[in-house]
């Protein structure tokens, strides 16, 4: 049973930057895709970045391409998300996902089998 645990969420103004951080535990992290997805308020969760287990494929959400990096490290169990340039509309709850062992990184929110509790980010104008 995977474990996933965000950190690095906080207040930042606009074109500002964070980095997310999310910690794996309970598995073989080399072998899970990973995904960041986000919820606003009063909106469904979205997508915003996946990297396959191999670390070969990466999908960004077209509203955080060019400004979003997703990257992990499987030696630490860790996948990070490099946000910057930062906008109001980013403001979210920021989730870290990973999907069956073997599985596909995938932009679709039911791909994925495990879920961390979230970290909010919060982007001032």
């Known amino acids: 049973q995977l474990t996933l645990a965000e950190s690095g969420g906080g207040l930042v103004q606009a074109g500002g930057s964070l980095r997310l951080s999310c910690a794996a535990s309970?598995?073989?992290?080399?072998?899970?895709?990973m995904a960041w997805f986000r919820q606003a308020p009063g909106k469904e969760r979205e997508f915003a970045a996946a990297i396959h287990w191999s670390g070969a494929t990466i999908y960004y959400a077209e509203s955080v391409k060019g400004r979003f990096t997703i990257s992990r490290d499987n030696d630490r169990k860790t996948v990070y998300l490099q946000m910057s340039s930062l906008r109001p509309e980013d403001t979210a709850v920021y989730y870290c996902?990973?999907?069956?062992?073997?599985?596909?990184?995938?932009?679709?929110?039911?791909?994925?089998?495990?879920w961390g509790q979230g970290t909010q980010v919060t982007v001032s104008s």
């Open positions: 996902a990973a999907a069956e062992r073997f599985g596909l990184a995938s932009r679709v929110v039911t791909s994925y089998a495990y």
């Open positions: 309970g598995g073989a992290f080399g072998t899970y895709a």
